[in-house]
C-alpha cells in the first residue's frame, strides 16, 4: 500500500511502515515544513491513505 505519513505523526510511524513493505512518503523525512494542503494534494495525486494525528485535516475533508 502507499501512504503519505504527516509529519504530526512522526517518524517512527513512516520507518514501521516502510519496514513492513509499504511505500512511504515521510513529510517529517523527506518535506518537513509543507502545508496541510500539499500534504492532501499527494495523497490524492498518488493514490495514498493519509496518516495523520491532525484533527485539521477532518475538517478540510468534511467542509472543504
Not at 509543507?34 to 492532501?40: F, H, L, N
Not at 494534494?41 to 472543504?64: M, P, S, W, Y
Request: hydrophobic share 40%; proline share 3%; charged share 30%.
Amino acid at each position: 500500500m502507499k501512504f503519505p505519513v504527516d509529519e504530526c505523526t512522526g517518524p517512527a510511524v513512516a520507518l514501521w511502515l516502510e519496514r513492513q513493505g509499504h511505500n512511504v512518503f515521510s513529510v517529517y523525512h523527506q518535506a518537513r515544513g509543507i502545508d496541510d494542503d500539499r500534504v492532501m494534494e499527494i495523497a490524492q495525486i498518488e493514490g495514498r491513505i493519509l496518516i495523520t494525528n491532525d484533527r485539521g485535516f477532518g475538517e478540510k475533508v468534511f467542509r472543504e
